[in-house]
């Protein structure tokens, strides 16, 4: 027992010492964008759950329900409310798919397109559906629960503040995809400039090489 408890051990320390010697090598860039994709990772792998969908569901048809509106109203409310969730709930396994792809450009500084696909999600995740959210949590206290305009103020707040973090992320993840794709358009110039450069050499080698 004491032999595994001493493996153990120095298994961590040497998952310590790595871990330090990566974050020497990597720019503070590369280390700020990467911490940002393993937590969204374990966020989404969190939030990926089908039991909290399910009581969301249910719990959104209850206090539709206890609205004093009509039916075709509140069965309304439910179908927007309820396809919201879903949304979001896709959003979240898209984005962790994504997220998990994106690690492999992000620590090769190769291949941005593969940072693409996160970067869509994000768009439609941040930008869409923060829109429709606060559209529809606006007529839900217009048209359900008219009296509740100090709640809209704290989750109009709580938006605010989510849609700037978001942005912002989605910013980081924009600007490492340019930055890549600089790079790589750089290196294939500076490529095709020197096969060029040395087909023109070989060219006048042959043109001046005299004859006999």
């Given amino acids: 027992m004491s ?22 090598i990597m720019s503070y860039g590369k280390l700020k964008i ?14 990926l ?7 969301d569901l249910r719990e959104t048809k209850v206090l539709v329900n ?6 075709w109203i509140r069965e309304l409310f439910i179908f927007l409310i309820s396809g919201l969730v879903l949304m979001r709930f896709l959003m979240c396994f898209l984005g962790l798919a994504s997220n998990i792809v994106a690690i492999y450009p992000i620590l090769t500084n190769s291949q941005p397109e593969l940072l693409m696909p996160t970067i869509i999600v ?10 429709y959210e606060i559209v529809l949590g606006y007529s839900c206290l217009k048209y359900l ?29 924009s600007e490492k995809h340019h930055q890549m794709t600089t790079n ?16 023109e050499f070989e060219i006048a080698h042959q043109h001046f090489r005299p004859i006999g």
């Fill in 3 to 24: 032999f595994m408890k001493i493996e153990s051990e120095n298994i961590w320390i040497l998952g310590c010492f790595l871990t330090l010697n990566m974050a020497q």
């Fill in 34 to 47: 990467l911490f940002i994709n393993i937590i969204a990772i374990l966020y989404k792998a969190t939030a």
């Fill in 49 to 55: 759950n089908v039991h909290r969908l399910h009581s």
């Fill in 66 to 71: 206890s609205a004093k509106q009509e039916v």
């Fill in 122 to 131: 994000q768009v439609l995740d941040s930008v869409v559906l923060h829109i």
């Fill in 145 to 173: 629960y008219s009296q509740s305009f100090a709640v809209f103020a704290i989750f109009l707040a709580k938006m605010a503040i989510k849609a700037t973090c978001c942005i912002t992320v989605l910013n980081i993840y």
């Fill in 184 to 199: 790589v358009a750089y290196t294939e110039n500076g490529a095709n400039l020197e096969r060029d450069s040395s087909e």
